[in-house]
């Protein structure tokens, strides 16, 4: 246990100290999340100098070149864990990668000297980021999910009877990130055998060695996508729900599957779904589900649990809930929220309202987006008036250069 413990939520501004890794967007948002609501500004710890954050007053931004080595990190961590220590302050830290969140978690009894970890227990960690568990759990609670298969990326011989399109992705997304190579997507859509052999082939060469989830394409744009945020209490029971509709995601093939606009939505059946997941497995902390709404059969299909605060977390904030208050509260004053929900209107965005006027393809959920835009209700997590002049203007050469990306990877005017 930490040598520090915060018992009122007025000692905060004094004795807590955040350490987040990682200087994207999230990390950003953590610094302005701490900030508004608790009174204090983390160190953010990167191994890139990423200008937009580390211009910002709202954090001490600390540059490590050799960060992305795991046992580097941990070093950094618990170096900086005595120091808090000795000046009787308490840390929290909280990641940004997948393989944050594992090292994090691995990790948690020799870091909770120094900080509080809110992560939950690796063993189940490790569980339920593997997406063939994920499945088998989503299976036994009859929560839908696309049909799956799972294979090892070495392995020569697939199933015969395979329907295409196919949807192809590293099982163990924590080790994938991790990897280097030419052609490297988050995710593969595959049309045929052929296809579906070339990404096998270039996965075994890559050094990836774990499963392989080969799934059902589930038909459907950005829009029929769905981001759900829940933070669950010791006793795996939901204090804060939040989500919404994706109306664009990002379509680089690093990035795609990262939503770059969410509009609030309420959908009682994955809210459901997602508290029956988390309460069975016995979960604690923040978790973000990826689900698609499947017009076949008007079911939500769940693809994946994130163990972490997802890069959007923002959303929860603009829903009207700080997404790092029930984090503070439960895991360092130990007194979990009331149950809320998180829906006031809102749209997280990191797109200019060009890139929605002109490549989102729902003509309903185009004209309600442009219309929050017109509105001011567009929230755009580095938008902040009272940062910095350089923040500010850095963060507006990143909203307007989507502009240009988007016109890249999916054509001018191209509407998905």
Known sequence: MPAV?????????????????GGDILGYSYARS?????G??????????????????????????????????????LALGKGLKAAGKLGIVLGSADWHARILSEHAEELSEFYAVP?????????????????????????????????????????DDLPFP??????????????????????????DR?????????????????????????????????????????????????GGRVVIQDHSPILIGNPCCIMGERVEQIISDAKRFL?????????????????????????????????????VTLGGVEFTEPIVRDFVLHDPMEYREAFDPFLYTVVPRKVVADHVADDGLRARALEMFRKGKAGYPYGNPDDTL????????????????????????TRV
Request: aromatic share 10%; proline share 6%.
């Open 40 to 77: 204090v500004d983390p160190v953010i710890l990167s191994a890139v100098d990423v200008q937009v954050t580390s211009s910002s007053r709202l954090c001490d931004y600390r540059v490590v070149p050799d960060l992305g080595e795991p046992g580097r990190l941990l070093e950094e961590l």
């Open 119 to 159: 992560y939950p227990d690796f063993p189940l960690l490790d569980r339920i980021t593997d997406k063939g568990e994920f499945y088998r759990i989503c299976e036994e609670l009859s929560i839908p999910y696309p049909k799956t298969w799972t294979v090892l990326a070495s392995e020569g011989d697939l199933p």
């Open 279 to 315: 309460s069975h497995v016995g979960y604690h902390g923040v978790a973000n589900f990826d689900i698609k709404f499947d017009e076949r059969d008007g079911s939500y299909r769940f693809f994946e649990v994130n163990t972490r605060p997802g890069r959007n977390s923002w959303y």
């Open 194 to 242: 052929r296809g579906l052999d070339e990404v096998m082939g270039s996965l075994a060469r890559s050094g990836y060695s774990k499963e392989v989830v080969l799934q059902d394409f589930v038909p459907g744009g950005d829009s029929a996508l769905r981001s759900l945020t829940v933070f669950t209490d010791r006793h795996g029971e939901a204090r804060v729900v939040s």
């Open 34 to 38: 701490f900030h508004r609501r608790w």
């Open 166 to 191: 196919l949807v192809v992705k590293p099982a163990n997304s924590a080790a994938y990130d991790l990897l280097e190579f030419p052609g490297k997507e988050k995710v593969y859509a595959v049309d």
């Open 5 to 21: 413990t915060i018992t009122d939520e007025s000692q905060v501004p004094e004795l807590l100290q955040p350490v987040c890794i």
């Open 390 to 413: 350089k923040h500010r203007v850095l963060a507006r050469l990143l909203l307007f250069n989507q502009v240009r990306k988007f016109n890249i990877h999916l054509g001018k005017g």
